[in-house]
Nanobody, 117 residues
């Protein structure tokens, strides 16, 4: 059974940085897409960034230039380096791994990121 394990969330002051990690266990292949989503109370889960198997990336407009997504295929791990964090980045962050271009995907349990002074 595939499990995604996130780490790296926490409390940070505005302008600070955090690095999130998400590692897959129980899967020996290379995921087609790895992504980070986030969700705040009362809002829908939104895509923050994704990275495909060929290394191409997509970012939501609000994080462009501040967040960087990367992946380690050998470790089946995805990272999200977050810089210049602001209060609006406060959310529960989830990783999502898709084995193929279409079909189902796997979700992590999430990690809380709180930006506050």
């Amino acid at each position: 059974q595939v499990q995604l394990v996130e780490s790296g969330g926490g409390l940070v002051q505005p302008g600070g940085s955090l690095r999130l990690s998400c590692a897959a266990r129980g899967y020996s292949g290379k995921f087609y897409r790895m992504a980070w989503f986030r969700q705040t109370t009362g809002s829908q889960r939104e895509l923050v960034a994704s990275i495909a198997r060929d290394g191409s990336t997509v970012y939501t407009d609000s994080v462009k230039g501040r967040f960087t997504i990367s992946r380690d295929n050998a470790q089946n791990t995805v990272y999200l380096q977050m810089e210049s964090l602001n209060i609006e980045d406060t959310a529960f962050y989830y990783c999502n791994f898709a084995p193929w271009a279409a079909g189902g995907s796997y979700w992590g349990r999430g990690t809380q990121v709180t930006v506050s002074s």
